[in-house]
């Protein structure tokens, strides 16, 4: 069974940092692609930014130049670094990822439970 476990989140002000760890455990072969997403109360989950085995990354156009994703591979562990928060970045961040359990199995997408992130005077 595979899990993915966040931490990091809380309450910080605007123009404040963060850093968001998601940790994967379990039966694990190798990881693809991993991420960070966001939600609010009432609207579609986001991506945020993802980061392959490789290192290419992506960012939402709302967090570029603020958030830096990255991962260390022998830890099976993603970081978000957030910058320059802003009010609007207040959200549940989920992490993500794309695990196989055996070598040549097939990948399956794992979500964690979410931490949430507030960001306010």
């Known amino acids: 069974q595979v899990q993915l476990v966040e931490s990091g989140g809380g309450l910080v002000q605007p123009g404040g940092s963060l850093r968001l760890s998601c940790a994967a455990s379990g039966r694990i072969a190798s990881i693809n692609v991993m991420g960070w997403y966001r939600q609010a109360p009432g609207k579609q989950r986001e991506l945020v930014a993802t980061?392959?085995?490789?290192?290419?990354?992506n960012y939402a156009d709302s967090v570029k130049g603020r958030f830096t994703i990255s991962r260390d591979n022998a830890k099976n562990t993603v970081f978000l670094q957030m910058n320059s928060l802003k009010p609007e970045d207040t959200d549940v961040y989920y992490c993500?990822?794309?695990?196989?359990?055996?070598?040549?199995?097939?990948?399956?997408?794992?979500w964690g439970q979410g931490t949430q992130v507030t960001v306010s005077s």
């Open positions: 993500n990822a794309d695990i196989r359990a055996f070598t040549y199995g097939r990948f399956s997408n794992y």
């Open positions: 980061i392959t085995s490789g290192g290419s990354t």
